[in-house]
């Protein structure tokens, strides 16, 4: 709770030099200066959605994909070969808290689809089944995938409840 009760604190507007300097870093580190968020995130959905989509020449890649674990963003950087994690986790962590927020709640959407279609694929026996669930789950989180990408690039705001109705 405390954590949360900080943030805004900690995310005070820098100019001057200062902003300069820490842009720069951010940009070396291909993490986006605007809004603090690092596509090689979506790598961690990007490879769950590479598997589901397997399935259906494969039906034995299902089990590929029931190895897949829901990350968060610190938890993927931690785990990550990525050069700059730490300084990825610190520009999450002083992002501006309402793109940090919209990010989070599709992020968030993601993990949950993923999670029950993983559930789901483990309680049925039949291939053509564990197909349509791949095909399913694959056709809802590609756009939220392409949403998260608008975020962390800084584009305009993504209406989540648009994207699932598709």
């Known amino acids: 709770m405390?954590?949360?009760?900080?943030?805004?604190?900690?995310?005070?507007?820098?100019?001057?030099?200062?902003a300069a300097a820490w842009a720069e870093?951010?940009?070396?580190?291909?993490?986006?200066?605007?809004?603090?968020?690092?596509?090689d995130y979506l790598n961690h959905f990007n490879e769950a959605v590479m598997l589901l989509e397997m399935v259906?020449?494969?039906?034995?890649?299902?089990?590929?994909?029931l190895t897949w674990t829901p990350l968060s963003y610190a938890e993927h950087f931690t785990a990550s070969n990525f050069k700059a994690r730490d300084l990825?986790?610190?520009?999450?962590?002083?992002?501006?808290?309402?793109?940090?927020?919209?990010?989070?709640?599709?992020?968030?959407t993601m993990t949950?689809?993923?999670?029950?279609?993983?559930?789901?694929?483990?309680?049925?026996?039949?291939?053509?089944?564990?197909?349509?669930?791949?095909?399913q789950a694959s056709l809802w989180v590609k756009p939220l995938i392409a949403a998260c990408g608008g975020i962390?690039?800084?584009?305009?705001?993504?209406d989540v409840d648009t994207i699932m109705a598709n």
């Open 2 to 18: 405390s954590s949360t009760v900080s943030a805004p604190a900690r995310t005070h507007v820098q100019t001057g030099p200062e």
């Open 25 to 39: 870093r951010l940009r070396v580190a291909n993490i986006n200066p605007r809004t603090g968020l690092a596509t």
């Open 56 to 65: 259906p020449d494969m039906p034995e890649c299902a089990d590929d994909f």
């Open 88 to 108: 990825a986790i610190e520009a999450y962590e002083k992002a501006d808290p309402s793109v940090r927020a919209q990010f989070d709640h599709i992020t968030d």
């Open 112 to 135: 949950s689809i993923l999670t029950a279609v993983g559930s789901a694929m483990r309680e049925v026996e039949k291939d053509t089944t564990r197909v349509r669930l791949a095909e």
């Open 152 to 158: 962390i690039n800084g584009g305009a705001e993504a």
